[in-house]
């Protein structure tokens, strides 16, 4: 005979016991009815809630963390008083923003002191420290450290310095001041090399990027009285040419 399994469950196992029939409700109030909602959603709406309140206590917790570390790292910064602490600073804190400023100040008293070849790799390391700042101070202060690694290697004659003077020049969210420094020591580069049609594109093109009351307009006014043929207009890249109405 065959085995009749359905006598063998018990109450226990019974499916039905678990389900609730919604004719029973047909005409239920609100509250029954919220009841009703409450037995078979109340395991999905505990673990649903547990998730999202888990969620915000943890990005609290790491919002609260990254600021105490952020203060931390200030007070720590502050405290360097020499470029001796500065150094361990920064080597203690690769990749922070301000372990990249610490090594702009390096880099500058290097400079100061014309310990050039130290300098220039000063100015390096600042500008791959700086490389995520995201306020709008330091990421003008990572373009500084980045015009000023590529002037230091100008003075030193080495290969990559010019483009480093391009990057800032061509960079149309670098501050004005930095971008016009950069074309001006482009153009008088090129002339002092006999290069006069590199000279009159910088010199062409600080009139038509910056302002022209930026503060080197008097710069590349003394520039194009001892050259007058650098006011010669240059082709306008396809670029930058107008747009026929």
């Known amino acids: 005979m065959a085995d009749d399994r359905s006598k063998q469950r018990s109450a226990n196992d019974d499916d039905r016991n678990l389900v609730v029939v919604d004719d029973d409700f047909v005409h239920a109030d609100t509250e029954d009815k919220l009841w009703l909602f409450w037995q078979r959603n109340q395991t999905l709406i505990i673990r649903g809630t547990t998730a999202v309140v888990a969620g915000i206590i943890g990005f609290l917790a790491f919002h609260f963390w990254q600021q105490a570390r952020l203060v931390s790292l200030g007070e720590s910064y502050i405290a360097c008083q020499d470029d001796t602490a ?91 001041t930095l971008r016009g420094y950069a074309m001006i020591v482009l153009a008088n580069n090129a002339l002092t090399k006999g290069d006069n049609a590199s000279a009159a594109k910088w010199i062409n093109l600080m009139d038509k990027r910056l302002r022209p009351s930026n503060v080197w307009a008097g710069d590349k006014n003394w520039l194009v009285r001892s050259e007058p043929g650098l006011l010669k207009p240059i082709a306008i890249p396809f670029s930058e040419a107008p747009v026929s109405p």
């Not at 400079?111 to 390391?125: G, H, I």
């Not at 500008?127 to 230091?152: G, H, I, Q, S, W």
């Open 86 to 176: 500065r150094r361990a600073f920064a080597a203690a804190n690769k990749g922070e923003v301000l372990a990249g400023v610490a090594l702009l100040e390096v880099a500058d008293n290097l400079r100061k002191t014309n310990k050039l070849n130290e300098a220039a790799q000063a100015y390096d390391e600042a500008v791959f420290n700086m490389k995520d700042a995201e306020a709008p101070a330091l990421k003008a202060l990572a373009v500084r450290a980045k015009l000023y690694a590529a002037l230091t290697k100008l003075d030193l004659g080495q290969a990559g310095a010019e483009a480093g003077l391009v990057g800032v020049a061509e960079d149309a969210f670098a501050p004005e």
